[in-house]
């Protein structure tokens, strides 16, 4: 049978974080891992993924598991696989290994857990069949004890530790590695498809998955575009938002947009520039204390200046970004939490990502703001300004009649060739500023064309 050993530095820490947790929150826990989806029949699934909660706090990706945490107390659940599985699956390490590696004090088949779920809190996990079994088997939860959960959780999570840090440095080395290959890829690349090939090949070398669907696309301004079909013309700009995720299930993000041709238009390169100027004033500025959406007013009024000195949008950056013309141009947010998950914690809806007492902005410029928290030492951001032109925005006669005065249309009909660009680092907040995580990749203009030709 297959052994498994956690390092002791990482037994270490997710000891602590249960802890840490046990110090926050009374009354016993359970979390479940979760079960693979079937895609048609139950043998072919969907690639599993331990769930998030699950991983922070038992460090290993079982599938369907679950631990019971009670103040220091750890037990495991989980099913030792049937002989008959090995026929499929091959050897798997045993429920007392596991729980061993695991430093559980105690472990049951999962048939055993039910008679340890009353009154326990939870978290809900993605898959129907688990989340089905968490309903059935809880049946005495006091009102709020969920969501005391969720919160205790997000305090922990809220800011990584030395083992988290440490594993999304790994998973954005790769990602690195990866959009390096993708530029240098793009040369003789006929299609998107063949340049996410190129970038998905380092992260599948280096046996890991990606931490979300990969965005390779000339069409930049479709936010989440999941097209690869498309191929590529001299002229255009290819956007790639691509990330590996560690072993471990850390995530990182990256975006960066580049020339087809290894060179920027003399239009690309203008907005490139006051993109890359709006990331780089939230870099300087990100520090503990500054509020997160001071950081993405910042980004939206140099965006504004800068299409202002390019003749685009007319006034006052200030006035502008009040009106919410920036979002024309800039219908997102400057970024969000990083961690276990790409956009970490978005399965408790807005409870991670917005401070007690904040509620999401109806503005057309504030509500795709995912996180509004002051940041703190510890925390990892993305920060992603972007222009685009969406036909659904630009085109929409409402819009159009509503910022008639402040877009000069003739103007931006010479920028027709920068459907979109997105310029995504990974930061780290310090004690003192930040650290940004992914630096290795270049942003500026000329050294994406140097690595290009790299
Ligand atoms: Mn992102």
């Known amino acids: 049978m297959p052994t498994v050993k ?16 046990a110090d926050q929150i009374k009354g016993p826990v359970v979390l479940w891992s979760g079960q693979p989806s079937a895609r048609n029949f139950p043998a072919n699934t969907y690639r599993f993924r331990a769930n998030s909660h699950f991983l922070y706090f038992a460090g290993l990706p079982l599938t369907n598991a679950a631990i019971r945490l009670d103040g220091d107390r750890l037990t495991l659940f989980v099913d030792d696989a049937p002989l008959a599985a090995a026929l499929w699956h091959g050897p798997t390490p045993t429920r007392t290994n596991l ?6 004090d105690a472990a049951y088949p999962m048939a055993e857990l039910s008679q340890f779920t009353a009154g326990v809190a939870t978290v809900a996990v993605q898959d129907t069949t688990t989340a089905a079994e968490q309903l059935h088997l809880r049946d005495t ?89 498309h191929a590529l013309q001299p002229g255009q700009l290819l956007l790639a938002d691509v990330g590996a995720e560690a072993a471990s299930g850390w995530a990182s993000d990256i975006t960066r947009t580049w020339p087809v041709s290894g060179q920027f238009s003399p239009p690309q390169r203008d907005i490139y520039d006051v993109v890359l100027a709006a990331h780089d004033a939230c870099i300087a500025e990100a520090a503990p204390g500054i509020e997160y959406r001071d950081l993405h007013l910042l980004a939206c009024r140099v965006l504004a200046a800068g299409l202002v000195d390019l003749g685009i949008l007319k006034g006052q950056p200030d006035d502008l970004v009040a009106q919410d013309a920036h979002a024309l141009f800039f219908p997102h947010g400057v970024g969000h939490l990083l961690g276990l998950d790409v956009h970490d914690m978005e399965d408790l809806g807005d409870l991670a990502g917005y401070a007690p007492g904040r509620q999401r902005s109806h503005r057309f410029g504030l509500n795709f703001l995912r996180l509004d928290r002051p940041l703190q030492p510890g925390m990892v951001v993305t920060i992603e300004p972007g222009f685009y032109q969406v036909p ?33 680092d990974d930061v780290l907040i310090t004690t003192t500023g930040c650290d940004v995580l992914t630096a290795a990749l270049p942003t500026a203009a000329e050294a994406i064309e140097a690595t290009m030709k790299a």
């Open 392 to 424: 659904g925005i630009l085109a929409d006669p409402f819009r159009r009649e509503r910022y008639a005065d402040c877009v000069d249309w003739e103007r931006l009909a010479q920028f027709a060739d920068v459907p979109g660009i997105r310029i995504e």
């Open 6 to 21: 956690l390092p002791s530095e990482l037994a270490a820490t997710l000891y602590q974080r249960r802890h840490r947790l």
């Open 99 to 104: 729980a061993a590696a695991m430093g559980a």
């Open 141 to 229: 939860i006091e009102p709020g004890q969920d969501k005391a959960l969720a919160e205790a959780i997000i305090a922990l999570r809220l800011c990584a530790d030395g083992a988290a840090i440490t594993e999304i440095q790994r998973a954005a080395a790769v990602s690195i590695q990866a959009h390096r290959a993708g530029m240098a890829a793009t040369a003789t690349a006929t299609t998107e498809a063949q340049v996410r090939a190129a970038m998905e090949q380092v992260i599948m070398a280096a046996n890991l998955p990606c931490a979300y669907n990969s965005i390779v696309t000339v069409h930049g301004e479709v936010l989440h575009n999941e097209q690869y079909h």
